[in-house]
């Protein structure tokens, strides 16, 4: 599998978890791992891209209003190769400077990544 289907499957797992338990996104301030899931880190690029204000959580969000956001990510995405260091200037420092204060917060809470190594969400 590459890359890209782990990420996509990895997001799809957690997302269809999430939205069959509770029919609505708990938003990125309660979600699990502090955030720091598949579905949390598409709303921070959602930020940086500045297709939502950072204000904008996303509680109560319904599985079609997550799959359309993620579509409009994932296109801003491909304007840079789905790469952090094809970023222009100002958009790169947004991103490094939103997703540093996340991991931040997450490891404050505990957060430690090792699920990011296994791919388990």
């Not at 609505?24 to 297709?51: C, E, N, S």
């Not at 939502?52 to 209003?65: A, D, F, I, K, V």
Request: glycine residues 10%.
């Amino acid at each position: 599998m590459n890359p890209d289907s782990q990420r996509l499957s990895g997001f799809m797992t957690h997302w269809y978890t999430i939205m069959q338990k509770r029919k609505q996104y708990v938003g990125i301030h309660r979600d699990i791992h502090g955030g720091m899931t598949p579905i949390g880190k598409m709303i921070r690029d959602a930020w940086v891209f500045g297709l939502l204000p950072e204000e904008e959580t996303c509680e109560g969000w319904t599985c079609s209003m997550i799959n359309q956001l993620m579509d409009k990510v994932n296109n801003e995405w491909d304007k840079y190769g789905c790469m952090v260091s094809q970023l222009p200037k100002p958009l790169f420092n947004r991103h490094q400077d939103i997703h540093s204060k996340a991991i931040r917060t997450a490891r404050s809470h505990g957060w430690e990544g090792e699920h990011e190594l296994t791919g388990e969400v």
